[in-house]
């Protein structure tokens, strides 16, 4: 599996984006997906992930409320859309996929992984 990952840029605090991940292959539906991200000087973190066919997310307590994560299996994408940005936010969000039709918490579960696409919030 290839991930792509787009729609990152520059945002003022209280502002949205929405993160595009798009992935080859023809058995999208059975990886579960998840968002990942990384601020200078810290390890990467959880954000938010997606099971496959029955549809389930998790969300790190930090964007719960303000972030979605969402997917569709035909066209092999997964989605998250951030509103209420922080500056705190500020990371490069980086797409997964694990061979699982279950989500994790861990990066370690994800074998596959998107290029980064960074993400800043001005206060």
């Known amino acids: 599996v290839q991930l792509q990952a787009s729609g990152g840029g520059l945002v003022q605090a209280g502002g949205s984006l929405r993160l595009s991940c798009a992935a080859s292959g023809r058995t999208f539906s059975s990886y579960a997906m998840a968002w990942f991200r990384q601020a200078p000087g810290k390890e990467r973190e959880f954000v938010a992930a997606?099971?496959?066919?029955?549809?389930?997310?998790g969300y790190a307590d930090s964007v719960k409320g303000r972030f979605t994560i969402s997917r569709d299996n035909a066209r092999n994408t997964v989605n998250l859309q951030m509103n209420s940005l922080r500056p705190e936010d500020t990371a490069v969000y980086y797409c997964a996929a694990a061979e699982s039709s279950y989500y994790y918490y861990n990066s370690g579960a994800y074998r596959y992984w998107g290029q980064g696409t960074q993400v800043t919030v001005s206060s």
């Open positions: 997606i099971s496959g066919v029955i549809i389930s997310t």
